[in-house]
Protein backbone atom coordinates (compact mmCIF):
# COMPACT_ATOMS: atom_id res chain seq x y z
CA UNK A 1 0.00 0.00 0.00
CA UNK A 2 3.02 2.48 0.92
CA UNK A 3 4.71 1.53 -2.52
CA UNK A 4 1.09 2.30 -4.18
CA UNK A 5 0.43 5.54 -2.34
CA UNK A 6 4.79 6.82 -3.15
CA UNK A 7 3.86 6.09 -6.60
CA UNK A 8 0.10 8.61 -6.30
CA UNK A 9 -2.64 6.17 -6.57
CA UNK A 10 -5.56 6.03 -3.98
CA UNK A 11 -5.29 3.27 -1.65
CA UNK A 12 -7.73 1.70 0.51
CA UNK A 13 -6.55 -0.68 3.16
CA UNK A 14 -9.26 -2.60 5.59
CA UNK A 15 -10.17 -5.93 7.05
CA UNK A 16 -12.85 -8.08 6.64
CA UNK A 17 -15.22 -9.66 10.00
CA UNK A 18 -15.85 -12.84 7.98
CA UNK A 19 -15.35 -14.83 4.78
CA UNK A 20 -16.78 -17.67 2.69
CA UNK A 21 -15.38 -20.53 1.49
CA UNK A 22 -18.23 -20.77 -0.57
CA UNK A 23 -19.58 -24.21 0.93
CA UNK A 24 -16.08 -25.97 0.31
CA UNK A 25 -15.47 -26.14 4.67
CA UNK A 26 -17.43 -25.25 7.48
CA UNK A 27 -16.98 -21.88 7.98
CA UNK A 28 -16.06 -20.68 11.44
CA UNK A 29 -18.14 -18.19 13.65
CA UNK A 30 -14.90 -16.47 14.26
CA UNK A 31 -13.98 -13.68 17.54
CA UNK A 32 -14.48 -10.62 14.67
CA UNK A 33 -17.81 -11.58 14.17
CA UNK A 34 -19.32 -10.89 17.53
CA UNK A 35 -18.60 -7.23 17.93
CA UNK A 36 -21.80 -6.20 16.86
CA UNK A 37 -26.03 -6.97 18.31
CA UNK A 38 -27.41 -10.03 17.82
CA UNK A 39 -29.17 -8.44 14.44
CA UNK A 40 -25.76 -7.62 13.24
CA UNK A 41 -24.28 -10.97 13.44
CA UNK A 42 -27.39 -12.46 11.77
CA UNK A 43 -26.84 -10.21 8.66
CA UNK A 44 -23.40 -11.25 8.83
CA UNK A 45 -24.50 -14.92 8.58
CA UNK A 46 -27.28 -14.33 5.89
CA UNK A 47 -24.50 -12.31 3.73
CA UNK A 48 -21.93 -15.03 3.79
CA UNK A 49 -24.51 -18.13 3.44
CA UNK A 50 -25.46 -16.44 0.35
CA UNK A 51 -22.39 -17.11 -1.00
CA UNK A 52 -23.00 -20.52 -0.96
CA UNK A 53 -26.02 -20.50 -2.57
CA UNK A 54 -25.39 -18.28 -5.84
CA UNK A 55 -21.95 -17.38 -6.74
CA UNK A 56 -20.51 -16.11 -9.90
CA UNK A 57 -16.51 -16.43 -10.36
CA UNK A 58 -15.22 -13.12 -11.11
CA UNK A 59 -17.87 -10.72 -10.89
CA UNK A 60 -17.26 -8.74 -7.64
CA UNK A 61 -20.26 -6.39 -8.13
CA UNK A 62 -22.87 -9.63 -8.94
CA UNK A 63 -21.57 -11.68 -5.71
CA UNK A 64 -21.72 -8.40 -3.34
CA UNK A 65 -24.89 -7.27 -4.58
CA UNK A 66 -26.71 -10.24 -4.34
CA UNK A 67 -25.00 -10.91 -0.71
CA UNK A 68 -25.99 -7.64 0.27
CA UNK A 69 -30.03 -7.95 -0.75
CA UNK A 70 -29.85 -11.32 0.86
CA UNK A 71 -28.86 -9.49 4.26
CA UNK A 72 -31.16 -6.92 4.14
CA UNK A 73 -34.09 -9.17 3.13
CA UNK A 74 -33.06 -12.08 6.12
CA UNK A 75 -32.56 -9.29 8.65
CA UNK A 76 -35.91 -8.00 7.90
CA UNK A 77 -37.76 -11.29 7.81
CA UNK A 78 -35.85 -13.11 10.83
CA UNK A 79 -36.54 -9.52 12.86
CA UNK A 80 -40.37 -9.89 11.75
CA UNK A 81 -40.44 -13.35 12.79
CA UNK A 82 -39.54 -12.99 16.10
CA UNK A 83 -42.18 -10.31 16.80
CA UNK A 84 -38.94 -8.11 17.51
CA UNK A 85 -40.60 -4.79 17.16
CA UNK A 86 -37.78 -3.13 18.98
CA UNK A 87 -34.92 -4.73 16.89
CA UNK A 88 -36.78 -4.14 13.65
CA UNK A 89 -37.77 -0.57 14.73
CA UNK A 90 -33.43 0.14 15.30
CA UNK A 91 -32.72 -1.89 11.90
CA UNK A 92 -34.79 0.69 9.77
CA UNK A 93 -33.09 3.30 11.75
CA UNK A 94 -29.85 1.87 10.61
CA UNK A 95 -30.98 1.33 6.90
CA UNK A 96 -32.58 4.53 6.58
CA UNK A 97 -29.43 6.56 7.39
CA UNK A 98 -27.34 4.07 5.18
CA UNK A 99 -29.48 4.51 2.43
CA UNK A 100 -28.81 8.38 3.19
CA UNK A 101 -25.34 7.80 3.37
CA UNK A 102 -25.15 6.16 0.31
CA UNK A 103 -26.87 9.11 -1.66
CA UNK A 104 -24.21 11.27 -0.55
CA UNK A 105 -21.88 8.47 -1.71
CA UNK A 106 -23.42 8.63 -4.82
CA UNK A 107 -23.93 11.76 -5.85
CA UNK A 108 -20.03 12.35 -5.13
CA UNK A 109 -19.34 9.51 -7.92
CA UNK A 110 -21.45 11.43 -10.61
CA UNK A 111 -19.68 14.43 -9.91
CA UNK A 112 -16.78 12.73 -9.98
CA UNK A 113 -17.37 11.44 -13.36
CA UNK A 114 -18.01 14.81 -14.29
CA UNK A 115 -14.68 16.31 -13.26
CA UNK A 116 -12.46 12.62 -14.23
CA UNK A 117 -14.32 12.94 -18.11
CA UNK A 118 -13.56 17.13 -18.15
CA UNK A 119 -10.87 18.40 -20.92
CA UNK A 120 -9.79 20.78 -18.39
CA UNK A 121 -6.13 20.66 -17.19
CA UNK A 122 -5.04 18.27 -15.05
CA UNK A 123 -4.30 20.73 -11.66
CA UNK A 124 -8.34 21.91 -12.20
CA UNK A 125 -9.08 18.60 -12.23
CA UNK A 126 -7.25 17.91 -9.06
CA UNK A 127 -8.52 20.88 -7.31
CA UNK A 128 -12.55 19.91 -8.55
CA UNK A 129 -11.61 16.23 -7.19
CA UNK A 130 -10.68 18.00 -3.80
CA UNK A 131 -13.58 20.13 -3.45
CA UNK A 132 -16.28 17.23 -4.57
CA UNK A 133 -14.64 15.11 -1.68
CA UNK A 134 -14.67 18.09 0.68
CA UNK A 135 -18.62 18.91 -0.30
CA UNK A 136 -18.79 15.21 0.37
CA UNK A 137 -17.73 14.97 4.17
CA UNK A 138 -19.29 18.48 4.64
CA UNK A 139 -22.48 17.15 3.85
CA UNK A 140 -22.46 13.96 5.77
CA UNK A 141 -20.91 15.89 8.64
CA UNK A 142 -24.20 18.10 8.84
CA UNK A 143 -26.40 14.44 8.21
CA UNK A 144 -24.25 13.27 11.02
CA UNK A 145 -24.58 15.95 13.98
CA UNK A 146 -28.51 15.11 14.01
CA UNK A 147 -27.71 11.15 14.72
CA UNK A 148 -27.37 11.42 18.54
CA UNK A 149 -26.88 7.68 19.02
CA UNK A 150 -25.32 4.97 16.76
CA UNK A 151 -25.40 3.37 13.87
CA UNK A 152 -23.14 5.83 12.33
CA UNK A 153 -21.23 5.53 9.32
CA UNK A 154 -17.88 7.36 9.83
CA UNK A 155 -15.49 4.82 8.44
CA UNK A 156 -16.58 4.92 4.91
CA UNK A 157 -16.01 8.58 5.49
CA UNK A 158 -12.80 8.09 7.44
CA UNK A 159 -10.16 9.07 7.72
CA UNK A 160 -10.60 10.59 3.89
CA UNK A 161 -12.33 9.51 0.56
CA UNK A 162 -10.35 8.45 -1.95
CA UNK A 163 -11.19 6.70 -5.55
CA UNK A 164 -10.05 3.27 -4.00
CA UNK A 165 -12.71 3.87 -0.67
CA UNK A 166 -15.64 4.39 -3.11
CA UNK A 167 -14.40 1.48 -5.68
CA UNK A 168 -14.16 -0.65 -2.06
CA UNK A 169 -18.20 0.60 -1.12
CA UNK A 170 -19.44 0.31 -4.61
CA UNK A 171 -18.25 -3.49 -4.78
CA UNK A 172 -21.01 -4.25 -1.92
CA UNK A 173 -23.59 -1.90 -3.23
CA UNK A 174 -24.34 -0.80 -6.94
CA UNK A 175 -25.88 -3.91 -7.60
CA UNK A 176 -27.94 -3.79 -4.70
CA UNK A 177 -31.17 -1.99 -5.72
CA UNK A 178 -30.95 -4.17 -9.20
CA UNK A 179 -31.68 -7.41 -7.00
CA UNK A 180 -33.74 -5.99 -4.46
CA UNK A 181 -36.10 -4.69 -7.75
CA UNK A 182 -35.87 -8.86 -8.77
CA UNK A 183 -37.05 -10.05 -5.37
CA UNK A 184 -40.35 -7.92 -5.40
CA UNK A 185 -40.63 -9.14 -9.25
CA UNK A 186 -40.69 -12.46 -7.83
CA UNK A 187 -43.16 -11.84 -5.37
CA UNK A 188 -40.99 -11.70 -2.59
CA UNK A 189 -40.42 -15.57 -2.82
CA UNK A 190 -37.35 -16.65 -2.17
CA UNK A 191 -36.77 -19.73 -4.12
CA UNK A 192 -38.27 -17.96 -7.37
CA UNK A 193 -35.84 -15.25 -6.30
CA UNK A 194 -32.60 -17.73 -6.20
CA UNK A 195 -34.01 -19.38 -9.62
CA UNK A 196 -33.82 -15.65 -11.03
CA UNK A 197 -30.53 -15.03 -9.41
CA UNK A 198 -28.89 -18.56 -11.01
CA UNK A 199 -30.41 -17.70 -14.07
CA UNK A 200 -28.68 -14.28 -14.63
CA UNK A 201 -25.57 -15.59 -13.33
CA UNK A 202 -25.44 -18.49 -16.26
CA UNK A 203 -25.45 -15.06 -18.82
CA UNK A 204 -22.22 -13.69 -20.54
CA UNK A 205 -21.00 -11.13 -18.28
CA UNK A 206 -21.58 -8.54 -20.65
CA UNK A 207 -25.47 -9.70 -20.87
CA UNK A 208 -25.37 -10.08 -17.02
CA UNK A 209 -24.34 -6.46 -16.72
CA UNK A 210 -27.04 -5.54 -18.59
CA UNK A 211 -29.52 -6.87 -17.12
CA UNK A 212 -28.87 -5.57 -13.50
CA UNK A 213 -28.73 -1.94 -14.85
CA UNK A 214 -31.92 -2.63 -16.10
CA UNK A 215 -33.22 -4.23 -13.23
CA UNK A 216 -31.19 -1.19 -11.32
CA UNK A 217 -33.38 1.74 -13.36
CA UNK A 218 -36.32 -0.04 -12.03
CA UNK A 219 -37.50 2.48 -8.90
CA UNK A 220 -40.37 0.11 -7.89
CA UNK A 221 -41.70 1.93 -4.83
CA UNK A 222 -42.70 -1.16 -2.48
CA UNK A 223 -38.76 -1.57 -2.45
CA UNK A 224 -37.46 1.06 -1.19
CA UNK A 225 -37.06 1.22 2.61
CA UNK A 226 -39.66 2.44 4.82
CA UNK A 227 -39.07 5.73 6.73
CA UNK A 228 -37.79 5.23 9.88
CA UNK A 229 -40.47 5.83 12.96
CA UNK A 230 -39.24 8.47 15.11
CA UNK A 231 -40.98 7.07 17.97
CA UNK A 232 -38.55 3.65 18.22
CA UNK A 233 -38.22 2.19 21.58
Same mark, same amino acid.
Given at each position: ?????? @????????????? !??????????????? #????? #???????????? =?????????????????? *??????????? !? %?????????? +?????? @???????? #????????????????? +?? @?? =???????? =??????? %?????????????????????? /???????????????????? *???? #???? %????? *??????????? @? +??????? !????? /?????????????
Amino acid at each position: ATRLVD @RGDDVFVGGVAAY !STLGWFADPVLNTML #GDNDT #GLAGLLFHELAH =QRVYVPGDTLFNEGFATL *VEEEGTRRWLA !S %RSDETGLCSW +EVRESR @RTAALRII #GELRSLLAVVYASDAPV +EL @RR =QQRAAAFD =QALSTYA %RLRAGWTEPPWFDTWFEPGLNN /ARLAALSSYEDYVPAFRALL *VRDG #GDLA %RFYKS *VEALGALDPED @R +ELALQEL !SLQQV /ASVSVPPASGNCP
